[in-house]
């Protein structure tokens, strides 16, 4: 949004802004989050409101224009508002965030009012919180790697300087002490490795855990945090992301910093537009969800990205918790549909008493080969993960095979990918949640787990690799 | 404001916004507006497709963010349907869904940009004349050409509805896009032609003996091959691999124009597509891949109702080029997200829903969208196709959703992608058992013609060993493979060697990218002929495990081991193994 991003006529000037803040009272209906608000003339669809009430203001958006009737969204909700007893107030413009570095080192609520006891945050510029999409030819395809420190990521499913890559979970499993583990410790080899972490109802319990985890963080100025409470209103939750994203943009294609935006629960975040949708009586596609919410997620997770001639990037971790474990939920599928990959995390896993439970399998870094390998990471990686994975997929077979016969009766090599499978879960995938890993112990500690199998399994691996890479104690066994 | 007069036409030509919802607006006061008629809304002009009228109500779905309009704004009439601009310069560049060019847009996509055309593109463009004034013409027949607008030669046609004597026609010599270029029959003709993005262009004939479009894998071409001018769909859950599959015909499929289309997909992708089609070399002109290649990218994050359009775009731009008599193929990521679009935008007008959501029109629309593929006698009498090739993404991979089970009625080929074979890393993870081609035994008919008289059979046999395989497999799985008599244990193995040796592909080895008609066929050959060889061993009494102790690595490599085009070097590889085979005892 720079001085090549026209602005839309209008919306910048003062003398617009003042006519358009007339009081409105002619309150027609209040249906959930929904306002509407009669004998409106010379508002436009999308405008940002305010919402005056004893209690303090409310903020919300126009959703439809009808002849002289506004249908609002209001997103502290609508609960406690009479008609007669609100004035609403209409912008003149979309809603808009200002934006800039002040936001650095802060920690605020899901509308970005501060909760450290600062001051409100100001910034120079003043950004659209929706945002314009990104020209796709302006686009500059991801290349480098995000050290997440995490074995199971950066190993198998590397993240990408500009990719979207989200977490599915299941509700139970870690993933909130995952997400944050990335959010505290990821690098990136840029100038400047920023984080924007934005909560969507979370319990009060979870929210306390990442200020505390994030703290260090917070504290060198590195990171920005958005807290929106599981008794906070549930329609802000549309606006809490948006507002990251919006930050997360100026310091990445502005300031020139790598920023990591990390959300967590998306699927709290669905269930808000499930909500407006709901109130707005639209037809629904598939379990309630409009139609309408694959565009709308895409308008989140399509801010990720890069900008070719520009230093920065936007990367984009969202965590989403599958009920009842189903990736065919309208949430995780069409998160799915958008994103560049998904990292699954299995109950299975989990009740082997190993962190981070990543189902390896199951899980997909579409951009890795870009991001990893000769001049990304080390020039093994892509071979190495192939293998690890190949053998995984392997070893699963032989579990299965192992079931039904017992182990006892399987023959040696299905034996070795047993102890393979054990050996990644234990020396590779394990670690603890404040243990940062390099690139390097990490890619050391796959060929320690390749180690088990024997040397002609090894086929996806060149010799020249085995010979430099893989620990030497082994080198008898050659099956 | 509804006053009819015609002494201020800017006045009747303009009606007033009434209702704003999202891409959904309505306007009164519109006098004599015409379904599919553009109209200009708001301060920003955007442009609205009239999709109802009431009286002089008109409901209109906009094809920009309608963020700031108005109840009270004007509704202006054009009086014309969305058209594109048609000419040299489509080539080799990137544009949205209303067919604005993205390569000189803005970074950041809002609103206010400049409307449909190429306003203020300098380009000049060199004309050279094919006929002299005074010839007889009828439509489509060529007047000219402009080289150097990208790998395929251009040629400027006389427009639709135009015939007659040439009256004038330039000299050679650099004229701007929409120069006047010629004079037919009294009525001129330019460089570039105006055309609206719906309208299929007509065409002299439709052809019917089928040939087939080379794609490059071998999946593909030898199992479910697609006719030129046919019409195929790729359907899977996400990460099956849809996009890469897509990627890979775009690359290296032998049509002479490639429209890629991004409807409602992910911007990273996109700009791959043009990082890597600048990139690579096309095998057949030396040129640039890009350079064959028009884009046109509505990405998921892009106006909802421009992604809906964007699809016709695509085809009228792969029609264009097949005006011209040359092979064009549309491919369109995803098929999908363009009925999302059509579900939202009827939804908000409160249409009665069909399946999902859906509207009842989705069946005629995919059906229409698909007839537009054909391969056909053009006005000017070339034989030239368009093939469209579209990408479903079935919501929780469930295929039977209304979008793929449409689609699978009405296109030739469906090539169907499992989830079990991309997590197994077997990409393209084409299925052999969801996944059809209506067009094989017109298409093994001109292989016939072409002289390899195998082919069908070859594919045949390939089929039977895969069905096979996956029945023994099930069986494998409860019993264990090593329970398996003899001959079942070699009819695995067949099938093993068939997926890993012939249909798997890797699309970053240079040898394996892409492979032709020839290398494919040697493949199959080989891997039957090693599994015809391995039960002749079992009949001689050699062991099943004697002969899965061979090292099949020599079959399993030789896609990445032999150049695309070098046949002789798998006939050689046959030969070793063939020899191996008969020497066990």
């Known amino acids: 949004m720079t001085g090549r991003a026209p602005s839309r006529a209008g919306t910048e000037a003062p003398a617009v802004l003042a006519a358009a803040r007339v009081a409105h009272r002619d309150i027609r209906a209040i249906r959930g989050p929904l306002l509407v608000v009669g004998g409106v003339e010379g508002v436009g669809w999308d405008e940002a409101v305010e919402v005056a009430t004893s209690a303090g203001p409310r903020h919300g958006l126009v959703l439809d224009l009808d002849e002289d009737r506004a249908t609002v969204q209001v997103f502290e909700g609508t609960e406690g508002l009479a008609p007669g007893a609100v004035d609403v107030r209409f912008a003149g413009r979309p809603l808009h965030l200002e934006v800039g570095t002040g936001w650095l080192g802060r920690v605020c609520n899901g509308r970005g009012a501060p909760l450290d006891g600062g001051p409100p945050v100001t910034g120079a510029r003043s950004a659209p919180v929706a945002g314009w999409p ?72 979870d929210i306390a ?21 599981a008794d906070d209103p549930a329609i802000e939750r549309i606006l809490t992301p948006r507002l990251a994203l919006t930050v997360a943009e100026h310091l990445a294609f502005e300031e020139g910093a790598d920023v990591l935006v990390v959300v967590s629960d998306m699927t709290n975040y669905a269930e808000a537009v499930r909500e407006v949708s709901a109130a707005r009586r639209e037809i629904p596609a598939r379990r309630g969800y409009p139609g309408y919410l694959y ?145 390097d112990d990490t890619l050391d500690r796959a060929w320690r787990a390749l180690a088990t199998l024997p040397r002609h399994e090894l086929t996806m691996v060149s010799p020249e690799q085995v010979a430099r890479r893989l620990p030497s104690g082994e080198e008898d066994d050659h099956g | 404001m509804d006053g009819v007069s015609a002494a201020a036409p800017a006045v009747s030509r303009a009606g007033r916004m009434v209702r704003v919802s999202g891409p959904l607006l309505e306007a009164e006061g519109v006098p004599d507006v015409r379904m ?97 004034p005074g010839t007889e013409v009828g439509e489509g027949a060529m007047l000219g050409t402009v080289p150097g607008a990208g790998a395929v030669e251009h040629r400027v046609v006389v427009p639709v509805g135009v015939s007659g004597v040439v009256g004038w026609i330039a000299d050679e010599g650099e004229v701007d896009a929409e120069a006047r270029v010629a004079e037919v029959g009294g009525r001129a003709v330019h460089l570039s032609e105006r055309w609206p993005m719906r309208r299929p262009r007509p065409f002299a004939a439709r052809l019917s003996d089928p040939a087939p479009l080379h794609t490059g894998q071998r999946v593909l071409d030898l199992l ?57 070399v096309d ?64 939804n908000r007008r409160g249409d009665l829903p069909a399946e999902e959501g859906f509207p009842a029109n989705l069946a005629s629309e995919l059906a229409a969208f698909y007839e537009r593929a054909g391969r056909v006698t053009t006005l000017g009498g070339h034989d030239a196709s368009v093939t469209v090739i579209g990408a479903v993404s079935p919501p929780g991979g469930d295929l039977s959703e209304p979008v793929t089970t449409i689609t699978q009625r009405f296109v030739r080929a469906m090539w169907t992608l499992d989830r079990d074979l991309a997590y197994a890393r077997h990409y393209p993870a084409v299925h052999w058992a969801g996944s059809f081609a209506r067009d094989a035994d017109g298409l093994a008919r001109w292989q016939t013609v072409q002289g390899d008289a195998e082919w069908a059979a070859r594919r045949a046999t390939a089929l039977e060993i895969l069905a096979e395989a996956d029945r023994l497999a099930s069986l494998a799985e409860v019993i264990g ?56 061993a079992i009949d001689r009494g050699v062991t099943a495990t004697a002969i899965e102790r061979v090292d099949f690595g020599p079959v399993i490599r030789a896609a990445q081991d032999v150049g695309p085009e070098d046949a002789d070097a798998i006939a050689a590889i046959r030969a070793r193994m063939l020899a191996t085979l008969g020497a066990l005892t």
């Open chain 2, 224 to 280: 479910f091959p697609v006719a030129r001018g046919g019409a195929a769909a790729v359907t899977g859950g996400f990460g099956t691999g849809k996009t890469m599959l897509l990627q890979q015909v775009a690359k290296w499929c032998d049509a002479d124009v490639i429209v890629y289309v991004g409807c409602g997909e992910r911007g990273n992708e996109m700009a791959d597509v043009l990082e890597d089609f600048a990139r690579l």
């Open chain 2, 481 to 536: 493979v090593n329970s398996l008599p003899g001959r079942e244990r070699m009819v695995a193995l067949g099938g093993r060697l068939l997926r890993e040796a012939v249909l798997a592909q890797n699309a970053l080895s240079p040898n394996d990218a892409t492979c032709s008609d020839a290398k494919g066929a040697a493949l199959l050959d080989l891997v039957l002929a090693v599994v015809e060889a391995c039960h002749a």
């Open chain 2, 36 to 132: 599919g008629e553009i109209l200009r809304v708001g301060s920003d002009a955007l442009s609205a497709e009239v999709v109802a009228v009431e009286g002089t109500r008109a409901t209109m779905q906009a094809y920009e963010y309608t963020g700031g309009v108005r109840v009270g704004d004007p509704a202006v009439r054009t009086g014309e349907p969305l058209s594109g601009l048609f000419g040299p310069g489509l080539l080799g560049r990137a544009f949205d869904g209303l067919m604005r060019p993205l390569t000189d847009a803005p970074l950041w996509l809002s609103p206010a940009r400049a409307e449909t055309g190429r306003d203020g593109d300098a380009t000049r463009w060199r004309f050279v004349p094919a006929v002299a």
């Open chain 1, 295 to 439: 565009s709308d997620l895409a308008s989140l997770y399509e801010r990720c990205g890069r900008v070719r001639g520009r230093a920065g990037s936007v990367t984009v971790v969202p965590v989403l918790t599958m009920p009842a474990g189903d990736v065919t939920h309208p949430v995780p599928d069409l998160t799915g549909y958008i994103t560049e990959g998904q990292i699954v995390l299995s109950p299975e896993i989990d009740a082997r008493g190993v962190y981070p439970p990543v189902d390896t399998l199951g899980s997909l870094s579409r951009l890795m080969r870009h991001g990893a390998g000769p001049g990304r990471t080390r020039e093994d990686h892509l071979d190495v993960a192939a293998q690890v994975l190949a053998a995984l997929a392997h070893a699963r077979q032989s579990a299965a095979l192992a079931e039904l016969v017992g182990a006892s009766a399987l023959g040696e090599t299905d034996r070795s990918y047993l102890a393979y499978r054990e050996a990644v879960e234990r020396d590779l995938l394990d670690q603890r949640d404040d243990e940062a890993r390099t690139l």
């Open chain 1, 209 to 229: 855990y990442v200020r505390d985890r994030l703290e260090g963080r917070t504290a060198t100025g590195e990171l920005v945090l958005f807290l929106n409470a």
């Open chain 2, 283 to 346: 095998a057949r002109t030396g040129g640039r891949l890009i350079d064959r290649t028009v884009v046109v990218a509505n990405t998921s994050n892009m106006p909802m109702m421009a992604r809906e359009l964007s699809i016709y775009t695509g085809i009228g731009i792969a029609e264009f080029y097949r005006d011209m008599g040359h092979d064009a193929v549309v491919i369109a990521d995803s098929t999908s997200r363009w009925a999302e679009a059509l579900r939202e935008f009827a």
């Open chain 1, 134 to 205: 990104l020209n796709p030819v302006d686009r500059e395809p991801p290349h480098e790697p995000v050290v997440t420190g995490v074995s199971a990521i950066d190993a198998l499913t590397t993240l990408v300087r500009g990719q979207k890559l989200p977490i599915f979970s299941v509700a139970g499993l870690p993933h909130l002490r995952l997400a944050t583990q990335i959010a505290a410790q990821a690098t990136s080899a840029g100038e400047q490795f920023r984080v924007v972490f934005a909560a969507l109802g979370l319990t009060h319990a």
